[in-house]
Every structure is written in C-alpha cells, then in structure tokens.
C-alpha cells in the first residue's frame, strides 16, 4: 500500500473512532444527567459532535504529521567505513 494511501486510510480511521467515543461519551451523560432517552441523548449528542469533528481534522493531522520528520533516509547501498570492527 502506498504512503499516502495509508495515510488518509489512518486518518479517516483515526477520525471515526474520535468522533464515534464523543459521541457515546456525550450520549451517556446526556441520557445520566438530563434523564433523556437514548434516542434523544443520541440524537443530541450526534447534534454535538458535529461542531467537534471541524476541531478533530486539525488535531488528526498534526498527530500523524508529527512523527514523519525526514531522519528516515533510504539506505544507499555503501558500506559504512569502520562499522563492524
């Protein structure tokens, strides 16, 4: 698979599963707190997380731009002088 495939397959991934926990988590208080029913909590919440995934794609990103920092270098075939002894 190719790297930006990969990438945008564990971004999109990684955006679902964030927005999914809010909304149960948001779903779950709703329904403990305001003594809604689930649909209602669940609608309310999905209501909520909305707004939550324009703030989720900035944060997505910059988690998976952050371990690519160019040190990976493809190894050129030379032999390294010294190395071994």
């Given at each position: 698979?190719?790297?930006?495939?990969?990438?945008?397959?564990?971004?999109?991934?990684?955006?679902?599963?964030?927005?999914?926990?809010?909304?149960?988590?948001?779903?779950?208080?709703?329904?403990?707190?305001?003594?809604?029913?689930?649909?209602?909590?669940?609608g309310?919440?999905?209501?909520?997380?909305?707004?939550?995934?324009?703030?989720?794609?900035?944060?997505?990103?910059?988690?998976?731009?952050?371990?690519?920092?160019?040190?990976?270098t493809?190894?050129?075939?030379?032999?390294?002088?010294?190395?071994?002894?």
């Amino acid at each position: 698979m190719r790297a930006p495939i990969r990438r945008r397959l564990l971004q999109s991934s990684l955006i679902s599963l964030a927005l999914i926990d809010a909304l149960l988590l948001a779903s779950f208080v709703l329904n403990q707190w305001f003594d809604a029913s689930f649909w209602q909590a669940l609608g309310l919440a999905a209501l909520l997380a909305m707004p939550l995934a324009m703030l989720l794609l900035p944060l997505v990103d910059t988690l998976l731009a952050g371990p690519d920092d160019g040190r990976n270098t493809a190894f050129s075939g030379d032999k390294i002088p010294g190395a071994g002894q």
